[in-house]
């Protein structure tokens, strides 16, 4: 079993910052790809941003240049660094973890990210 618990959302004003951290308690995250997922409302889910084992980075282009993933296998931790943030980011944030990369892998409950104009 996996577990995932997200946090660090919450309301912020456009061009502001937040940072979301992702803590996995599981054995496997050091072999895992971790990802950054958002449902906007109303919308389907899409991923925002993706790290793998080795560090590589790969985002929507929605948010490249403004958002920064990263990882601490040592916490079995990963972060997303939000900047710049505008209206369109609202939505509801989610952490993924797949092992060794395949299959749909494991969700956390998402945590609220709130952009007011």
């Known amino acids: 079993q996996v577990q995932l618990v997200e946090s660090g959302g919450g309301l912020v004003q456009a061009g502001g910052s937040l940072r979301l951290s992702c803590a996995a308690a599981t054995s496997i995250f050091s072999i895992s790809v971790m990802g950054w997922y958002r449902q906007p409302p109303g919308k389907q889910r899409e991923l925002v941003a993706a790290?793998?084992?080795?560090?590589?980075?790969n985002y929507a282009d929605s948010v490249k240049g403004r958002f920064t993933i990263s990882r601490e296998n040592a916490k079995n931790t990963v972060y997303l660094q939000m900047n710049s943030l505008k209206p369109e980011d609202t939505a509801v944030y989610y952490c993924?973890?797949?092992?060794?990369?395949?299959?749909?892998?494991?969700w956390g409950q998402g945590t609220q990210v709130t952009v007011s104009s």
């Open positions: 790290i793998t084992t080795g560090g590589g980075t």
């Open positions: 993924n973890l797949k092992p060794a990369g395949y299959g749909p892998g494991y």
